[in-house]
């Protein structure tokens, strides 16, 4: 047997030993563990308040409130306000958002350069999915153009934007994701977040964050142990380890 083989051999008995002497953690064992770690009520209902309000429920931001008696940490009013901005986007009415962003406080767009060039680009889209050829032409050169003269990256996304127009068919056009509704809910999400920074608040929820969190922590736990293990985030269930 070549020394090579012999090496391979070897590194597998060393990786099977390896995996044969994990630590089991049976689901008593596991459970007990779990219960020790004490989380305070007030602080889960903060996480859920914060998820509430960065993604824009309202309603049950305030029956929560009221229910719980947790505060959020902005005006539950200006949510109302956020997610107009957020829904207009999202159904193309671009221009009816920016003056609802110009309202709530017009250093946003001022101070973002890149939030209102993606927002002026979604309007020269909008005018492309309708058919106003002229009309988005005679915009990108008058609107988007000047700022790709200044910017790089803002000029090679209304090249990519502007290349709809080549195209009858634009299923066969290698920038037809463009017209998705995800490119909608993309700037819809960068909107949302850009004024959610303005009030001084997280732009994303810290709730999938943790999730995530959860996911590495348990990926790095399987190398050394088996153990019953979320695989549902859903409900959460615990399952027990395969041995």
């Known amino acids: 047997m070549s020394l090579f083989w012999i090496v391979i051999r070897r590194l597998a008995e060393i990786e099977e030993r390896m995996a044969t002497s994990k630590k089991v953690i049976t689901r008593d064992e596991w459970e007990k563990r779990l219960n020790d770690v004490k989380i305070r009520k007030e602080d889960m209902n903060k996480l859920v308040m914060n998820f509430l309000v960065t993604e824009g429920y309202v309603e049950a931001a305030e029956k929560f409130r009221m229910e719980s008696g947790t505060e959020p940490d902005i005006d539950l009013a200006t949510i109302s306000d956020r997610m107009a901005v957020k829904k207009a986007v999202q159904c193309g009415n671009v221009e009816d958002a920016?003056?609802?962003?110009?309202?709530?406080?017009?250093?946003?767009?001022?101070?973002?350069?890149?939030?209102?060039?993606?927002?002026?680009?979604?309007?020269?889209?909008?005018?492309?999915?309708?058919?106003?050829?002229?009309?988005?032409?005679?915009?990108?050169?008058?609107?988007?153009?000047?700022?790709?003269?200044?910017?790089?990256?803002?000029?090679?996304?209304?090249?990519?934007?502007?290349?709809?127009?080549?195209?009858?068919?634009?299923?066969?056009?290698?920038?037809?994701?463009?017209?998705?509704?995800?490119?909608?809910?993309?700037?819809?999400?960068?909107?949302?977040?850009?004024?959610?920074?303005?009030?001084?608040?997280?732009?994303?929820?810290?709730?999938?964050?943790?999730?995530?969190?959860?996911?590495?922590?348990?990926?790095?736990?399987?190398?050394?142990?088996?153990?019953?293990?979320?695989?549902?985030?859903?409900?959460?269930?615990?399952?027990?380890?395969?041995v």
Request: proline residues 6%; glycine residues 2%.
């Open 98 to 242: 920016i003056e609802k962003v110009n309202d709530l406080n017009p250093e946003i767009l001022d101070t973002n350069p890149q939030l209102f060039f993606h927002l002026q680009q979604q309007r020269l889209i909008e005018l492309i999915r309708n058919g106003k050829i002229e009309e988005a032409l005679e915009f990108a050169q008058e609107e988007l153009a000047p700022r790709g003269e200044e910017n790089q990256n803002f000029l090679e996304e209304l090249e990519r934007t502007v290349s709809l127009l080549a195209f009858e068919d634009v299923s066969n056009c290698p920038v037809g994701e463009l017209l998705d509704i995800s490119q909608r809910l993309k700037t819809a999400s960068e909107v949302n977040a850009a004024i959610l920074t303005s009030q001084s608040h997280e732009k994303d929820p810290k709730l999938p964050s943790l999730l995530k969190m959860l996911l590495w922590a348990q990926n790095q736990l399987d190398e050394k142990a088996a153990y019953p293990r979320i695989n549902d985030l859903s409900n959460a269930t615990l399952e027990d380890p395969a």
